[in-house]
């Protein structure tokens, strides 16, 4: 992109970037399975994760492959930063594009 | 953590009330001239029981990291990274408590209960996220080579000149409309621009071998995360009022501009100047981070509210294109009044930035030339007086006149009460003269040292070493000879300030001045 101009697209792209390590590696392996689109990227110290329009993070699928409890706050340890709306409930994390006024 | 968060949440946010025995004007102290309904909502839903578990879960991860890289000493970092943090962590210091004091203000200044409760967590984030720099300050003081600079790191961002462009914002900040601070802070700063630092320099912190500043990055942003949703639920909570459009775009207009300016550029100069080993550009991080995922994937859509583009939108998109290049010249020709070791870029890095910003070379070329055949104390010369001295400082951002590019200044100057004040876009002239009070009483750095001999500005800004002359300061990392304040002394180099008058004649006739 060097060359081009800098730009502004409307997006619907999601996604998270989590610290790395055994807890962000299941997030992902859970992601991929359940989300074809979806775009795993390492970088030196984070782990991306993006996708269209919306995921969601299944707490219960993720503490199946650590084999151990696992919840959201703990997830929230390890989430560093996320694009999209997001909404933390008991057994899972949703981010979606959209925005929603509440009435 | 086993209750249910939902059930909890419902139950929890129908309690409320209001005092009988204070008035509402007495007990919110400050009054907004935003309209705030009732019925809001955290998409967070974070209790203080989940909030002190998640954050000691946080913490045990965090200085268990610290304690293994005190143990092991092992890690051989990068000289320009530990040497950069010097600037890079005094400052963000200093800004995390100031946004720490804001949320105290919202809270009470802001009404919906919901709002309230993630206003007083991030209370405590902030308060957390200055310890943790601080205690990576004290890591890295007792664990690099060369501690100078980082024993008055506290200080330093309270009295240097660079160190004014966080203080400005920051005190910006601080004094407007508190729920304007949570548009600003919130959802511009937090939500649009710490990521690109937090997160995206993340990865250069663990590449130049610095994990500590990696784990302290990553581990303070996992609570931006609940303070972008702070400031989203604000934002969703005043849409819901028709009253506060024009005035959140008002609040977006000028905190996208300050937000760039005051933090952005700073972030651009880190990402180009301070990595050793370059991958993604400054320029390539704002289109990610900034175009992409703010405004493509968020402020965009907003517009089904009735909010337009940022009024300064296109200029700041003008600005990134040459940010870090331009600060770079300004952090590196004035390095005498800076409290690190400087590591000039080499051939190869010309190269990168050639390839990245193609024309790099024939704005900026000269400048490094220059710079590269000043750096010995037994010749004598100063890079900045040598390409004209210091230039004017902008009354709003506090960054000089050379913006966006030294040989395209945007800067302009007025007169006001006598006062010649200085700008340096059509920006931040537009949010002076919006609100000319708010701005017009900071001390630029002429207004401090004016007339003085820079070895004195040095002295009195403390800025030397324990012998008491050599200075913190040095234009390459090892120098063939330290440079102290003899030599500064000896360059004969009077600040002067291109806004001064004599008998009603700006001396030196621009304010645009130390330009290659």
Same mark, same amino acid.
């Given at each position: 992109?060097?060359?081009?101009?800098?730009?502004?697209?409307?997006?619907?792209?999601?996604?998270?970037?989590?610290?790395?390590?055994?807890?962000?590696?299941?997030?992902?392996?859970?992601?991929?399975?359940?989300?074809?689109?979806?775009?795993?990227?390492?970088?030196?110290?984070?782990?991306?994760?993006?996708?269209?329009?919306?995921?969601?993070?299944?707490?219960?699928?993720?503490?199946?492959?650590?084999?151990?409890?696992?919840?959201?706050?703990?997830?929230?340890?390890?989430?560093?930063?996320?694009?999209g709306r997001i909404n933390?409930?008991?057994?899972?994390?949703?981010?979606s594009?959209e925005i929603v006024r509440p009435e | 953590?086993?209750?249910?968060?939902?059930?909890?949440?419902?139950?929890?946010?129908?309690?409320?009330?209001?005092?009988?025995?204070?008035?509402?004007?007495?007990?919110?102290?400050?009054?907004?001239?935003f309209y705030l309904p009732k019925k809001a909502l955290d998409p967070f839903?974070?209790?203080?029981?989940?909030?002190?578990?998640?954050?000691?879960?946080?913490?045990?991860?965090?200085?268990?990291?610290?304690?293994?890289?005190?143990?092991?000493?092992?890690?051989?970092?990068?000289?320009?990274?530990?040497?950069?943090?010097?600037?890079?962590?005094?400052?963000?210091?200093?800004?995390?408590?100031?946004?720490?004091?804001?949320?105290?203000?919202?809270?009470?200044?802001v009404?919906p209960?919901e709002l309230?409760?993630g206003?007083?967590?991030?209370?405590?984030?902030?308060?957390?996220?200055?310890?943790?720099?601080?205690? %990576?300050?004290?890591?890295?003081?007792?664990?690099?080579?060369?501690?100078?600079?980082?024993?008055?790191?506290?200080? %330093?961002?309270?009295?240097?000149?660079?160190?004014?462009?966080?203080?400005?914002?920051?005190?910006?900040?601080?004094?407007?409309?508190?729920v304007?601070?949570s548009l600003?802070?919130q959802v511009?700063?937090?939500t649009?621009?710490?990521?690109?630092?937090?997160?995206?320099?993340?990865?250069?912190?663990?590449?130049?071998?610095?994990?500590?500043?990696?784990?302290?990055?990553?581990?303070?942003?996992?609570?931006?995360?609940?303070?972008m949703a702070n400031g989203y639920a604000t934002l969703m909570t005043l849409l819901q009022d028709d009253?506060n459009i024009?005035?959140i775009?008002?609040?977006?207009?000028?905190?996208?501009?300050?937000?760039?300016?005051?933090?952005?550029?700073?972030?651009?100069?880190?990402?180009?100047?301070?990595?050793?080993?370059?991958?993604?550009?400054?320029?390539?991080?704002?289109?990610?981070?900034?175009?992409?995922?703010?405004?493509?994937?968020f402020y965009?859509k907003l517009?089904k509210y009735g909010i337009?583009?940022?009024?300064?939108?296109?200029?700041?998109?003008?600005?990134?294109?040459?940010?870090?290049?331009?600060?770079?010249?300004?952090?590196?020709?004035?390095?005498?009044?800076?409290?690190?070791?400087?590591?000039?870029?080499?051939?190869?890095?010309?190269?990168?930035?050639?390839?990245?910003?193609?024309?790099?070379?024939?704005?900026?070329?000269?400048?490094?030339?220059?710079?590269?055949?000043?750096?010995?104390?037994?010749?004598?010369?100063?890079?900045?007086?040598?390409?004209?001295?210091?230039?004017?400082?902008?009354?709003?951002?506090?960054?000089?006149?050379?913006?966006?590019?030294?040989?395209?200044?945007?800067?302009?100057?007025?007169?006001?009460?006598?006062?010649?004040?200085?700008?340096?876009?059509?920006?931040?002239?537009?949010?002076?003269?919006?609100?000319?009070?708010?701005?017009?009483?900071?001390?630029?750095?002429?207004?401090?040292?004016?007339?003085?001999?820079?070895?004195?500005?040095?002295?009195?800004?403390?800025?030397?070493?324990?012998?008491?002359?050599?200075?913190?300061?040095?234009?390459?990392?090892?120098?063939?000879?330290?440079?102290?304040?003899?030599?500064?002394?000896?360059?004969?180099?009077?600040?002067?300030?291109?806004?001064?008058?004599?008998?009603?004649?700006?001396?030196?006739?621009?304010?645009?001045?130390?330009?290659?």
């Open positions: 992109m060097s060359t081009e101009k800098m730009w502004i697209e409307e997006r619907d792209i999601v996604g998270v970037k989590l610290i790395a390590g055994e807890e962000a590696e299941a997030a992902a392996a859970v992601i991929s399975e359940s989300y074809p689109d979806a775009v795993i990227e390492r970088y030196p110290a984070y782990l991306s994760i993006e996708a269209p329009k919306e995921v969601v993070f299944d707490l219960r699928q993720i503490s199946e492959r650590l084999g151990r409890p696992y919840d959201a706050p703990t997830f929230l340890v390890i989430m560093s930063s996320y694009h933390v409930d008991d057994d899972r994390i949703t981010l594009s | 953590m086993a209750r249910s968060l939902t059930k909890a949440y419902e139950r929890v946010k129908n309690i409320d009330w209001e005092p009988s025995y204070i008035s509402a004007a007495d007990k919110y102290v400050e009054a907004t001239r839903k974070t209790f203080i029981r989940e909030y002190f578990l998640m954050e000691r879960e946080k913490e045990s991860r965090h200085y268990a990291l610290l304690e293994a890289a005190s143990r092991l000493q092992g890690s051989n970092p990068e000289p320009r990274w530990m040497e950069g943090m010097k600037f890079a962590l005094s400052n963000l210091s200093a800004i995390e408590y100031s946004a720490g004091r804001q949320m105290g203000r919202m809270a009470r200044v009404a209960m309230r409760q206003y007083m967590m991030q209370v405590l984030d902030e308060m957390r996220h200055t310890q943790l720099e601080l205690n %990576a300050l004290r890591h890295h003081m007792r664990s690099w080579q060369d501690p100078s600079g980082y024993d008055i790191a506290l200080k %330093a961002a309270g009295n240097s000149v660079g160190a004014g462009i966080f203080r400005a914002l920051a005190e910006d900040f601080s004094t407007c409309d508190a304007e601070t600003g802070l511009l700063i937090e649009a621009y710490s990521n690109i630092f937090f997160v995206g320099l993340s990865s250069a912190a663990a590449q130049s071998g610095d994990q500590v500043m990696a784990s302290t990055m990553l581990t303070i942003q996992s609570d931006e995360s609940r303070h009253r024009p005035l775009q008002e609040a977006f207009d000028k905190w996208s501009w300050r937000g760039h300016m005051g933090f952005e550029v700073g972030l651009s100069l880190f990402a180009d100047y301070f990595v050793k080993h370059k991958t993604e550009s400054a320029r390539e991080m704002s289109q990610r981070w900034l175009l992409d995922d703010f405004y493509g994937g965009k517009a337009k583009e940022p009024r300064w939108l296109p200029d700041v998109i003008r600005n990134s294109e040459w940010a870090s290049h331009t600060a770079a010249v300004y952090l590196f020709g004035a390095w005498p009044v800076f409290y690190h070791r400087y590591d000039p870029i080499d051939e190869r890095e010309m190269e990168w930035f050639e390839k990245k910003y193609p024309g790099w070379y024939s704005h900026y070329g000269k400048f490094w030339e220059a710079y590269q055949q000043m750096t010995d104390a037994d010749a004598g010369m100063l890079v900045t007086k040598e390409l004209g001295g210091l230039p004017a400082f902008c009354q709003v951002c506090q960054l000089p006149w050379i913006f966006p590019r030294p040989d395209a200044s945007t800067g302009s100057t007025i007169e006001r009460e006598g006062r010649t004040i200085a700008f340096c876009s059509p920006a931040c002239k537009s949010i002076f003269e919006n609100d000319p009070n708010h701005y017009s009483g900071f001390k630029t750095f002429y207004d401090l040292y004016d007339g003085w001999d820079l070895a004195d500005v040095i002295v009195d800004l403390g800025y030397v070493r324990e012998d008491g002359k050599t200075l913190m300061a040095q234009p390459v990392l090892e120098p063939r000879r330290m440079w102290t304040v003899d030599d500064i002394r000896r360059c004969r180099y009077e600040v002067t300030s291109p806004l001064r008058k004599t008998a009603g004649v700006s001396a030196g006739g621009s304010p645009h001045s130390a330009v290659p």
